[in-house]
Every structure is written in C-alpha cells, then in structure tokens.
C-alpha cells in the first residue's frame, strides 16, 4: 500500500537507541534459532522501512544507507516508478514462466537493454534471476558460440556464488572454503590493480597486458571460449583498472577470436555516473551481464550482447522457471523510468564530487589511508600502513563498527578486507550524503589516530 507516512520517511539521521536497538537483538535471537548460520551479517539490524538514503530500524532508528544493499537500491528502496510498476503487474498476474506463455514486459526488458548497452550492433538479451546465473549463462552462450571451454578470469574477481562461478572468484574465505572441487578449465591472469602494482602503478597496463598473454599462449588462446572481467572490482575491493587495460584485453580478445564478456553487475545501471562502467574507457564487450540494480531490488539479470552469439544456443538451450518474472520486469521498467531524467547518473557524479572533497584529505591527514578511489557512487577507502602498503583490515573493521554505531551503514571489501566501500542510492539527499560523509571521516581519524602504528605481526 502506497501511503503518505510511507514516502514521507524522514532523510535524516536520528538514533534512538543503541545499534542494534533492543528489538533488532531480540529477533537476532530469534532468527539464529531458525536460519542457518551460513548467512554472514554486516549489521544485525532489523529493518521496516526504507526509502532514499534511510533505512528504519524496529527500534526506530534511522540509519543511513551506504550499501543499498550491495549496490541494488541505486534508485532507492521504494522509487516510486517501480512501486507503482510492480503494483500494477501484482494486481494482473505474478507469473506464468517466458518458457510457457509470453507477457510483453520481458520483451521491453530486453529492447531497453540492446538498446542501451554500448556497442553500435545487433543485441538480442536473454533475462535470469540471480547475478551467477547471468554469468553461468553467459558462459553457456560463449561456449556454444565457439565450440571452445575454457574461460579466462582475474585476480581478485568476484562473480557469484553458484559452482562455476565460485571458481571463477578469486577470494577463498569466505566464497570457496570447503565447497569444492570446482568445475575445471577457468584460467586466471593478472588484473591491473594499480595500488600494488610490483614495479608501480604507471606500469601496469604493460606489464598486466604481457602477463595476460604469457596465460592465453600458456594455456593455449585458441581453447578459451570467454575472458570475463568487471570494469570495476566489486567484491574484490572497488579496484579501477589501470588506464588503458580493458581496451587492452579487448583487443587480445579480439585476437584470439575469444568471447570478452563484461560483468557490470555491481558497476553498471548508473553506479559510476555513466550508466555503464566501461563507458568511462570507452570498451564495448561481446556479451554485457547486468544485474544488481537492474530491477531495484526485485532479483531479475540479464545477458544482453551480440546476435550471433546470443542466437548461437540451440532453442530451449536457455531458460529458467523465473527468469524474467514478470514482477521483476515491471521493477525495471520503472528503474527504466528513473533513470530517463538523467538525475540518476548525475546524482551518481554528485556523491563522487561530495565524497572526493571530504575523504581524499585523508590521504595526506593520516598516515593508513593508501588510497580513494572508484568512480561515481562506487567509491573505496584502502586502509594499509605507509610504505610498505601491509594491509590493514583492522583499521576497516574499526571504522566500520565506529559508523555502524552511529547510525551510518557502510561494507567492506577487498581480498584483505581493508577496504571500505560506499554505495549510497544515487537519490540520497546532499544533506545527508553531507552527515554520513562527516560521520565516515571523523571515525577514520579517531581510528588513525588510535590504532594506525603499523600492525605488530
Ligand atoms: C553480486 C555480483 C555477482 C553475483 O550476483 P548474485 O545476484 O549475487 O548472484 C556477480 N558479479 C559481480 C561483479 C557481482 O558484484
């Protein structure tokens, strides 16, 4: 039910208990009693309501929201556009399955996506539900395209969490641990990650470039059916690609007849204030994933890319009993919506230009801030000690339970997990972007202050 109290939730900060209050920990309690304890929790906080850039709690708080739950809310947690779709659709039908009887709204998922994904050729999509089941299908139509298996990735990817795409993620704990074996012939090669670049950032491209070629001519080129790469690293640690590499990889794709699939499932939909990431560098992939904030919280993804390739799969090769619920397209279509004003993509470069100007200082007034970086709304703060760049996952871990404490919510990331990362909706009010930035520095000095002496190992 859309009601006035609802859209009228307060944009600003207010606590009203401890976090979590009292009634977050009793249905904490309660939940570890029937949920598995596989699930980890940034926050065992227990949220009503949530609309910009606030989340409600049950105690009443109202924390600020620098997730948008892993970079899916980026048009807020109840857009109006997609309330309003998705009631409508609620009111007519929940479900038939696309593989049984068609409904339009799937149709026009899919124009808006070859439509607005870059490259300036024919596109047919196909939609899934769940970020690794893009990937995994992605793989298929690459693999079916080229008569080819194996895949290449990089270091310190992140591509989900089902069996292939657990093996085509970097990080062991927690994704890997103990659920292996993985499936074989996924590849990795070296990702030009600038910071720790052995013999400096200014070389990475080159040197990242060679290392890459050395694993196709190693491993044969001519048996890699897909090379899959976020534009951005999410999971694994918000990392820019250094100038120059993606267009690098393209052209080695390119080469080697090789699928170059682009996982822009926590970078794309307007995150970076372009409303895909590769557009920054200008590189057009074969096949482009996306999900996350595809539908604004409903699960729905999509492989959207070349004709060819996506019509290579034999009919019925493709498919899934949700994919493309009904329900989940309307959500898009009203992020869709969102997205038409261009306020979107310009409240991502609003939070970039608000949070540079606050968190870079950081660099020089601490001495265990090695880096700020990321693009738009997709920013990271880097904690490791001076020199010799040692990581710091401490110092991320105090500063994220100094934030939780005062009512800001942020998420770590990185294969070291010392790095802090920010995701606000791209609709969060200046003011208070403004308070959660200020909430975010203080804790960063009193961290640096306190505990910033190199770890004693
Ligand atoms: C989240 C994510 C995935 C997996 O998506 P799920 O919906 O969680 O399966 C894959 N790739 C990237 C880059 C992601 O950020």
């Given at each position: 039910m859309i009601t006035d109290d609802f859209s009228a939730l307060p944009q600003s900060r207010l606590l009203?208990?401890?976090?979590?209050g009292p009634r977050s920990q009793a249905l904490h309690t309660e939940r570890m009693q029937h949920v598995t304890s596989g699930f980890g929790t940034t926050l065992p906080v227990f949220i009503q309501r949530a609309e910009g850039g606030i989340l409600l709690d049950v105690d009443g708080n109202r924390i600020i929201d620098f997730a948008s739950g892993i970079a899916v809310?980026?048009?807020?947690?109840?857009?109006p556009h997609v309330r309003a779709r998705v009631a409508a659709q609620l009111e007519n039908f929940t479900h038939t399955c696309f593989m049984v009887t068609e409904y339009e709204s799937f149709t026009a998922v899919c124009k808006w996506l070859n439509e607005n994904t870059p490259g300036d050729f024919d596109k047919r999509t196909a939609l899934f539900s769940t970020g690794a089941e893009a990937v995994e299908n992605a793989i298929k139509v690459a693999r079916s395209a080229t008569g080819r298996s194996k895949i290449l990735v990089f270091d310190d990817a992140y591509h989900g969490r089902s069996l292939l795409t657990m093996a085509m993620?970097?990080?062991?704990?927690?994704?890997?641990l103990g659920f292996g074996p993985f499936p074989a012939e996924v590849v990795k090669a070296p990702m030009a990650?600038?910071?720790?670049?052995p013999s400096g950032a200014a070389n990475a491209t080159a040197e990242a470039l060679a290392g890459v070629e050395a694993v196709l001519a190693e491993h044969g080129a001519?048996?890699?059916a897909a090379m899959v790469i976020e534009p951005i690293q999410g999971e694994g640690g918000f990392v820019v690609p250094a100038a120059g590499f993606l267009s690098g990889l393209r052209a080695l794709a390119t080469k080697h007849g090789i699928v170059f699939v682009l996982d822009?499932?926590?970078?794309?939909?307007?995150?970076?204030?372009?409303?895909?990431?590769?557009e920054h560098e200008g590189v057009v992939g074969d096949l482009i994933i996306t999900a996350k904030a595809l539908a604004g919280g409903l699960p729905l993804s999509a492989v959207t890319g070349r004709t060819e390739l996506m019509n290579s799969?034999?009919?019925?090769g493709l498919g899934g009993t949700?994919?493309?619920?009904p329900l989940a397209c309307a959500a898009a279509l009203g992020v869709f919506e969102a997205f038409a004003d261009g306020s979107m993509l310009a409240g991502a470069r609003r939070i970039e230009a608000s949070a540079r100007e606050v968190l870079e200082p950081l660099l020089t007034e601490t001495?265990?801030?090695a880096e700020v970086r990321g693009r738009g709304a997709m920013l990271a703060i880097e904690f490791a000690d001076a020199?010799?760049?040692?990581?710091?996952a401490d110092l991320a871990k105090a500063v994220a339970v100094a934030c939780h404490a005062q009512g800001l919510l942020v998420l770590i990331c990185g294969t070291f997990s010392n790095v802090i990362r920010l995701l606000p909706p791209?609709?969060?009010t200046p003011e208070l972007l403004e308070d959660g930035l200020t909430v975010l520095k203080a804790a960063v000095l009193d961290v640096a202050a306190t505990l910033a002496a190199p770890a004693l190992v």
């Open positions: 009203t208990t401890a976090i979590p809310t980026s048009v807020g947690a109840s857009n993620t970097a990080k062991e704990n927690p994704y890997k990650a600038p910071l720790r670049w001519e048996t890699f822009e499932i926590q970078a794309g939909m307007g995150r970076t204030g372009t409303l895909f990431a590769s799969v034999h009919a019925g949700y994919a493309g619920n001495s265990c801030v020199g010799t760049l040692a990581p710091r791209l609709v969060i």
